[in-house]
């Protein structure tokens, strides 16, 4: 077994979009894999669309927790569970590009000075694709201040590389992936990013519902522990710190339309 893909779901509101992401993991031309698909205490009503979805290929694993513990816990286990030499991140709600598995496995096994590998990605909405998520090729300390270098679920791990694993402490909810990325770069980890997108990133209106004020404080608190263990903290970036309080100032429609003129600009692919 050459991957694991890890997911974490809970009562999915679109059950339609849960069996496009599986089946985006199901048609990739890289056969080598499986999937660690958990359900993360969902309620009667949304377990049956995840049992669904498992069912799929029967390279996809379905497990099950009895209580919601939030995506961390839900990732942890998945990877208790893996068997994969790499271990590849994905959401319930994003497409994954046929060749994404082929061109991350080529990398990792032809570049063994990184420890992971990401890519750019394709952002859509019900009304299709709408613009490109650009990250940093070589990601350094200073790439984390305006947000995570890494889009979370483009990412391919060496299964060492993760280390202890996800936190799972109440203060990093929702902020896991940006609080691990730190943390392995602080560690001297090295990741990569693809400039070529990978996959279709679902960014519409309502994830901005998912942004509360709990999460953005919870984030500013991140930032400030973050920035100051990657000697990046001084005055000159503190506002960085202080960001998320400033976004949850502008409602979540009004953020979307910044954010299609912002990244909405002509793109080839």
Same mark, same amino acid.
């Given at each position: 077994?050459?991957?694991?893909?890890?997911?974490?779901?809970?009562?999915?509101?679109?059950?339609?979009?849960?069996?496009?992401?599986?089946?985006?993991?199901?048609?990739?031309?890289?056969?080598?894999?499986?999937?660690?698909?958990?359900?993360?205490?969902?309620?009667?009503?949304?377990?049956?669309?995840?049992?669904?979805?498992?069912?799929?290929?029967?390279?996809?694993?379905?497990?099950?927790?009895?209580?919601?513990?939030?995506?961390?816990?839900?990732?942890?286990?998945?990877?208790?569970?893996?068997?994969?030499?790499?271990?590849?991140?994905?959401?319930?709600?994003?497409?994954?590009?046929?060749?994404?598995?082929?061109?991350?496995?080529?990398?990792?096994?032809?570049?063994?000075?990184?420890?992971?590998?990401?890519?750019?990605?394709?952002?859509?909405?019900?009304?299709?694709?709408?613009?490109?998520?650009?990250?940093?090729?070589?990601? %350094?300390?200073?790439? &984390?201040?305006?947000?995570?270098? @890494?889009?979370?679920?483009?990412? +391919?791990?060496?299964? !060492?590389? =993760? *280390?202890?694993?996800?936190? %799972?402490?109440?203060? &990093?909810?929702?902020?896991?992936? @940006?609080?691990?990325?730190?943390? +392995?770069?602080?560690? !001297?980890? =090295? *990741?990569?990013?693809?400039?070529?997108?990978?996959?279709?990133?679902?960014?519409?209106?309502?994830?901005?519902?998912?942004?509360?004020?709990?999460?953005?404080?919870?984030?500013?608190?991140?930032?400030?522990?973050?920035?100051?263990?990657?000697?990046?903290?001084?005055?000159?970036?503190?506002?960085?710190?202080?960001?998320?309080?400033?976004?949850?100032?502008?409602?979540?429609?009004?953020?979307?339309?910044?954010?299609?003129?912002?990244?909405?600009?002509?793109?080839?692919?």
């Amino acid at each position: 077994m050459e991957i694991s893909v890890i997911m974490g779901v809970y009562n999915p509101a679109r059950p339609e979009h849960l069996i496009q992401a599986v089946q985006s993991i199901v048609r990739q031309s890289f056969p080598h894999w499986e999937m660690l698909l958990y359900d993360d205490g969902s309620g009667p009503n949304y377990a049956g669309a995840i049992q669904a979805a498992a069912k799929l290929d029967s390279r996809i694993r379905y497990l099950r927790g009895e209580e919601n513990r939030g995506l961390a816990h839900a990732l942890n286990r998945c990877i208790a569970h893996a068997r994969g030499k790499y271990l590849a991140r994905m959401d319930a709600d994003d497409i994954a590009w046929p060749e994404r598995f082929a061109r991350q496995h080529q990398f990792l096994e032809t570049h063994p000075q990184y420890q992971w590998v990401g890519s750019t990605a394709r952002l859509m909405d019900e009304s299709g694709i709408w613009g490109l998520e650009t990250v940093a090729e070589i990601p %350094e300390a200073r790439d &984390f201040l305006s947000h995570s270098p @890494y889009i979370h679920p483009t990412v +391919l791990f060496r299964r !060492g590389a =993760l *280390g202890e694993g996800y936190r %799972e402490e109440g203060r &990093f909810r929702l902020c896991e992936d @940006y609080e691990l990325f730190m943390r +392995l770069h602080q560690q !001297g980890g =090295l *990741g990569y990013n693809l400039q070529t997108p990978l996959l279709d990133y679902r960014q519409d209106a309502g994830a901005y519902k998912k942004r509360t004020l709990g999460r953005r404080l919870r984030e500013t608190g991140l930032r400030y522990q973050g920035f100051r263990a990657l000697g990046i903290l001084r005055p000159g970036t503190f506002p960085y710190v202080l960001k998320p309080l400033a976004v949850a100032a502008i409602p979540g429609p009004i953020q979307h339309v910044i954010a299609q003129r912002r990244k909405g600009k002509p793109w080839i692919g």
